[in-house]
């Protein structure tokens, strides 16, 4: 699963790139679309004034890519005529986390959806027990925390307004902004090969030579 942060153009501090209920509604219509036709997975999403983040699995090859794509392109065309707004929205392409399952996967989700408490920004309602928005898939991790969707709710609740951990969120944050995987050391070796390159950031400074 993939940890994803869009940021808004600098430009935009003002009015910012999600400036009320339309704009994000816009967009929600948007993503939901977008995955349908691109195989994506949509767990979560949060549209904040100057950014969007989202938790999604790509099910084929490019399909992350794709997605991006299709929905900058459409909201950014909505935007723009509705504020009368020309260029673009986004400071340069998405960023994005492969997160490993288990705990860390359950913080990403956490953490996208306790990105705001402003109603409708989040998709947090979905799994707190407000009307449900059927076309997001809740992740394994979700499904473990109950057997019936009350004791999920329940569960899910009590987590979210516990939050997460400070240390924790800056490393889902850093790993995003960075490209980098997130997890164990097994982990990491696997996501590595899988991208022929590496999943997290080499350590600053020389090598140390041998003794």
């Known amino acids: 699963m993939h940890y994803l942060v869009l940021r808004g153009h600098g430009a935009l501090a003002g009015p910012g790139v999600f400036t009320d209920a339309a704009d994000r509604l816009a967009f929600v219509d948007a993503l939901r679309e977008a995955a349908g036709a691109e195989a994506v997975r949509v767990h979560a999403y949060a549209l904040l004034r100057d950014e969007a983040q989202l938790f999604v699995t790509p099910l084929e090859a490019g399909a992350l890519g794709r997605l991006m794509q299709a929905v900058g392109r459409r909201y950014v065309s909505a935007y723009n005529r509705r504020h009368d707004h020309r260029g673009s929205l986004w400071a340069g392409r998405y ?117």
Request: proline share 9%.
């Open 95 to 211: 960023h994005c986390a492969v997160i490993e399952a288990g705990e860390l996967r359950l913080a990403a989700l956490r953490l996208v959806d306790g990105a705001s408490n402003e109603s409708g920004a989040t998709s947090a309602g979905s799994r707190t027990g407000a009307p449900r928005e059927t076309w997001l898939v809740d992740p394994p991790e979700v499904w473990a925390l109950g057997n019936t969707p009350f004791e999920r709710e329940a569960a899910y609740r009590a987590l979210l307004a516990r939050g997460v951990d400070p240390d924790q969120a800056h490393h889902l944050r850093r790993a995003a902004l960075g490209g980098w995987a997130l997890g164990t050391a097994s982990f990491l070796a696997t996501a590595a090969q899988a991208t022929g390159r590496p999943a997290q950031p080499r350590p600053r400074g020389r090598p140390r030579k041998p003794a």
